[in-house]
């Protein structure tokens, strides 16, 4: 079992920054691969960003590039999303997610077995 808990939400103007983090506990945490997702109100759960379990491989969603940065600190057992120049659409709940380190990244959420709670991110027009 992994948990995960994310923190580093909150309200923010269009055109600001936040950092999100994602700190896991439980089994190792090296092993495994860590996604963030985001779902807004009425959407499905979409993908933002992945990172491997070395930190040698990331993913992110087209919207987000060069935008979004994410990296780990396995030391820490944590897992930050910077997300500067935030939009609107950029809105909603964040969940960070774990799943065993296999091949590439995965961007899928139906792969990821643990989830954290979520934390909201609002950016005002």
């Known amino acids: 079992q992994v948990q995960l808990v994310e923190s580093g939400g909150g309200l923010v103007q269009a055109g600001g920054s936040l950092r999100l983090s994602c700190v896991t506990s439980?089994?190792?945490?090296?092993?495994?691969?860590i996604g963030w997702f985001r779902q807004a109100p009425g959407k499905e759960r979409e993908f933002v960003a992945a990172i491997r379990e070395t930190g040698g491989s990331t993913a992110y969603k087209d919207s987000v590039k060069g935008r979004f940065t994410i990296s780990r600190d396995n030391a820490k057992k944590t897992v930050y999303l910077q997300m500067n120049s935030l939009k609107p659409e950029d809105t909603a709940v964040y969940y960070c997610a774990a799943t065993p380190g296999v091949l590439a990244v995965k961007t899928v959420h139906s792969e990821y077995n643990y989830w954290g709670q979520g934390t909201q991110v609002t950016v005002s027009s």
């Open positions: 439980g089994r190792t945490f090296s092993p495994y691969d």
